[in-house]
């Protein structure tokens, strides 16, 4: 009945948004952040995995969303200094675990360039979220390349980190994915025949082209609506979650 609900719902959504246009007036547009609220109330039950989750607290809302709730998850963030502030955030709730990990399907060390600290305080406060796997990204956001500095962190596969923690596999809600143009690669390493959030959310705004189709269509494949939300991409199982 939600599939059916929801589909009604985006319809009723696309025709209201072009007759919006016609008269000059912005869309209505479809907010993960009220998705989530709306099917996961205040104090209820919610599972979530976070792959780079930097220290938990900047750039978005999901901190203190899961803070209102009783939440259990796994935070990944592979950087040291990042992630001690990551455990001090989330030591409020021992059933949240962080891991000290990157993600990648085959190494087990890698190479994540970041912002040295001595430079930070030169930018604004969103250089702290560009370390990437990929040395020139710094570039895509005009970073004088000598404020950049390389850490080698601990790596393993999305699965054989997953394993480790089954008990959420059964339940999960949301799967949230920044890793700053890895995005696509992490996404390739779910395995939807064992986990199947009920709301995926990744970075696509540093994908190419290519890539952000076939990650949109991967998900389709697995019956997900895919929609944009700034430079972030939310799928949503219209099965299990209300949209309207």
């Known amino acids: 009945m939600s599939y059916f609900k929801n589909k009604i719902y985006l319809n009723y959504l696309r025709v209201r948004n072009k007759l919006r246009k016609s008269i000059g007036k912005d869309s209505i547009l479809l907010s ?4 989530l609220e709306d099917n996961f109330k205040l104090s209820s039950d919610f599972s979530f995995v ?31 200094s990042y992630f001690n502030e990551l455990k001090i955030n989330y030591a409020f709730n021992q059933n949240i675990i962080p891991i000290k990990t990157a993600i990648h399907p ?3 060390e890698a190479s994540i360039y970041k912002i040295n600290p001595i430079f930070q305080n030169q930018y604004p406060s969103w250089v702290k979220g560009i370390a990437s796997l990929d040395p020139n990204h710094h570039k895509k956001t005009n970073i004088d390349s000598e404020h950049i500095i390389e850490e080698k962190v601990k790596a393993d596969s999305l699965i054989n980190v997953l ?7 059964d339940n999960l809600h949301y799967f949230q994915i920044d890793t700053e143009g890895f995005d696509f690669e992490v996404l390739k390493m779910i395995d939807f025949n064992k986990i199947m959030p ?17 990650a949109f269509s991967l998900l389709e494949k697995q019956d997900y609506y895919v929609f944009d939300e700034g430079g972030d991409s939310i799928a949503v199982n219209l099965n299990l979650i209300k949209l309207y």
């Open 198 to 214: 009920i709301i995926l959310k990744f970075e696509s705004v540093n994908l190419s082209n290519d890539d952000k189709f076939a």
């Open 32 to 35: 993960s952040k009220k998705i």
């Open 163 to 169: 394993n480790q923690y089954n008990f959420i596999f």
């Open 106 to 108: 085959t190494l087990k």
């Open 50 to 80: 976070q792959v780079g989750a930097n220290d938990g607290v900047s750039f978005d809302f999901l901190f203190d969303f899961v803070s209102k709730r009783n939440s259990v998850g796994i935070v990944l963030e592979p950087i040291e």
